[in-house]
């Protein structure tokens, strides 16, 4: 019997299928507590992270979750990252900007603070030699650079003797076109870098006041999350679902990064699908790992660190489910790795088509975009799925709970206990 027919058998085993009702009251509690400014975008000042992991093992404990290693739930590592201590200031010719509405520090910034004088990039400087040696002859030291976006990118191509020059400045700005998009950055620049909406900006700036206060911490302690279900049939083989819990943190306590979408939104489906499964009358054939991950907006740390030290082998693993930014679903799921494991996929397809839960399921190839890629590359077959249309807010402070639309969250979650009964069927 071939793979596609055995998930075609497992399909027809698994219906008609027993819909699920959610506790939606529940949902938005849990994504109301994470993105609440007592955790602080869940980030690395204020303990954010940590408040958040404590938060998650809770709830892991008050479901009967068992953890992997030894008694702990905790898995912890350390990693470098750079944190904006204080919320920003920007005044441009005596008008103070609003940070997070008309402004942020990039997540990279240098300490600094002071009046400077605005100097816009010459952009001859990329085209030609003559300009480029009249603008770098300038005295830089007391100067704020304005680039835009783009010119970021070419700035970075300029020669070594240049760039130099430029780390003389006392602040950079970045002119954003549309959106103020943050990340979370391992390295600390050698001047302090706001970046500003185009829009928010003077028309002929001449002075700014400024202050960033920053910190590189070498050795920031975090933590992955992970609760156990014993499988009560075949508990050597372990589906997981994962989901990072982490976001961008804050900028001082005036300023912080909700991640109601991004992905408080994701780490609710994670805790759904753990309290559905630690019920007696769900308990699942196969046994269950619940993985929450931290440092995903680091570069996937959280997930990179338990590939490499895995608490059971990753052979074991039939099947992991990603879960990031399901907080929408009116324009249907996208599915990363859909093109990678075609057979899944089509299972998938047929299970949302049989109960019409969603409009669409489209799918991707491989990306290394969440916490399924080092998986993936570790050989564990995996699907990072994700919602489509509903809300635009990403990466910024527009993310937060009362404008996620939670659209479709409850057909998400009976599509993916449907797909992992199909699963467990199979074999």
């Known amino acids: 019997m071939n793979k596609l027919y055995t998930l075609f058998f497992a399909l027809c085993l698994a219906t008609p299928v027993v819909l699920q009702a959610q506790d939606m009251a529940r949902v938005r509690q849990t994504i109301d507590t994470l993105t609440s400014e007592s955790m602080y975008g869940r980030g690395y000042t204020f303990s954010g992270d940590l408040k958040a992991a404590e938060y998650i093992k809770n709830r892991f404990k008050e479901m009967g979750l068992q953890p992997l290693a030894g008694d702990a739930y905790f898995q912890e590592f350390n990693f470098s990252v750079n944190r904006i201590m204080e919320t920003p200031q920007l005044q441009v010719n005596g008008k103070t900007l609003v940070p997070g509405q008309d402004f942020v520090a ?59 020059q430029l780390q003389q400045t006392k602040l950079h700005i970045i002119l954003q076109p549309k959106n103020l998009l943050t990340t979370v950055a391992k390295q600390q620049e050698a001047v302090p870098v706001l970046e500003v909406l185009q829009s928010a900006w003077s028309q002929q700036p001449q002075q700014v006041y400024f202050k960033v206060e920053a910190d590189l911490n070498p050795q920031h302690q975090t933590q992955n999350v992970i609760g156990y279900i014993p499988g009560s049939q075949q508990p050597d083989s372990v589906l997981v679902f994962s989901a990072h819990y982490d976001h961008l943190g804050s900028q001082g306590k005036g300023l912080y990064f909700p991640g109601a979408n991004d992905n408080a939104s994701g780490t609710a489906m994670l805790l759904e699908l753990a309290q559905h499964y630690s019920q007696p009358t769900n308990r699942p054939k196969y046994s269950m790992a619940f993985i929450a991950f931290a440092a995903e907006e680091a570069g996937l740390l959280g997930s990179s660190h338990y590939v490499r030290n895995p608490l059971f082998p990753l052979r074991q693993i039939p099947f992991l489910l990603n879960l990031d930014l399901l907080g929408t ?84 979650f009976n599509l993916i206990t449907d797909f992992t009964e199909a699963l467990m069927t199979m074999e």
């Open 106 to 164: 990039r997540s990279s910034s240098a300490s600094g603070a002071g009046n400077a004088e605005v100097l816009p990039l010459d952009t001859l400087i990329f085209t030609d030699a003559e300009a480029a040696q009249k603008f770098f002859q300038k005295k830089l030291t007391n100067k704020a650079l304005v680039y835009s976006q783009q010119e970021q990118k070419r700035l970075a191509q300029l020669p070594a003797h240049f760039q130099q």
């Open 329 to 412: 679903g009116d324009e249907g799921l996208m599915v990363v790795n859909g093109k990678v494991h075609e057979q899944e996929f089509q299972l998938l397809q047929r299970l949302n088509e049989q109960q019409q839960y969603l409009p669409q399921i489209k799918s991707r190839g491989k990306a290394a975009n969440s916490d399924h890629y080092p998986f993936s590359e570790a050989g564990v077959p995996a699907f990072f799925l994700y919602t489509l249309g509903g809300t635009a807010a990403y990466h910024n402070p527009q993310d937060h709970a009362g404008q996620l639309p939670l659209t479709k969250f409850s057909e998400v």
